[in-house]
């Protein structure tokens, strides 16, 4: 399959992009938004793959701060999702020409997409896929973020990091690390996105996930009015996609 990366320029920051598939006025393109520590490197090749097996294009791109992608200003701010999804990414659809599209996000990146797809006139938009997406704070997201800053200062978890994220990966760890642990995050809720909702929507969930419980499903499903599904997936945490890949494929 044909794939091109470039630079492309978003609200003053420029991001890296690749491109797999047919191009936007060939077919609707599936648009990826990355984890809370993720980027372009991270999908693997599941965006590639399901491409491949829909017909569809694929855009995936890293966030500012993260991958070969430019900076950010750290701290964030704790509104930094609703930001990316009211802003940045519809900012990214008008520039790249896409007409039509379906979202599909992982943790961060899946409540990105309830917010842009719930919270603006999401014109392009046919559908949303989320993977472990947040709607609210949880006890076992701090904790497991909270381990995360251990592992990140006394293991090889930096180090890991750098291979995908470079110059960036200060950025993309303290960024995201120290807004989940700010003591004010524990009131952050993006559950009013939900009801504007109007695509059909999955929701997808690992039963073992250490950063998130069922009940983010359960308050999707609440808070949405039209078409949603849900799948919770035995036997995997926070990435059903790189865990159980054929299953997601499917």
């Known amino acids: 399959m044909k794939s091109l990366q470039q630079r492309m320029r978003v609200l003053g920051k420029e991001l890296e992009v690749v491109w797999h598939g047919p191009k936007p006025a060939d077919a609707p393109t599936l648009i990826f938004l990355h984890e809370g520590l993720g980027c372009i490197r991270m999908w693997q090749n599941f965006p590639e793959r399901l491409a491949a097996a829909t017909g569809y294009g694929a855009l995936v791109y890293s966030r500012a701060g993260y991958g070969a992608s ?10 930094y999702m609703t930001y ?16 039509e599209c379906v979202l599909i996000g992982n943790s961060d990146g899946g409540s990105i997409a309830i917010v842009y797809a719930g919270g603006t006139p999401a014109l392009p938009l046919r559908g949303v896929i989320t993977m472990a997406a947040h709607v609210f704070c949880e006890d076992i997201s701090v904790q497991s973020i909270r381990q995360a800053r251990i592992d990140y200062e006394t293991s090889l978890l930096r180090e890991k990091l750098k291979k995908y994220h470079g110059a960036n ?7 995201w690390n120290d807004a989940w642990l700010h003591p004010d ?10 009801a504007g909702i109007s695509v059909p929507f999955l929701g997808i969930q690992g039963e073992n996930d250490k950063y998130g419980t069922k009940d983010q499903l ?10 949603i599904e849900t799948l919770m997936v035995p036997e995997c945490n926070h990435w059903p996609h ?9």
């Open 218 to 227: 359960d308050a999707i499903s609440r808070g949405l009015k039209g078409d």
């Open 169 to 175: 990966t200060d950025t993309a760890f303290w960024g």
């Open 242 to 250: 790189l865990e159980h890949p054929e299953l997601m494929l499917a």
């Open 84 to 99: 990316e999804g009211l802003s940045v990414l519809p900012e990214l659809i008008a520039v790249s020409g896409i007409r």
């Open 70 to 79: 430019d900076p950010c200003d750290l701290p964030r701010p704790l509104d």
């Open 185 to 194: 995050f524990l009131k952050w809720n993006i559950e009013e996105f939900l």
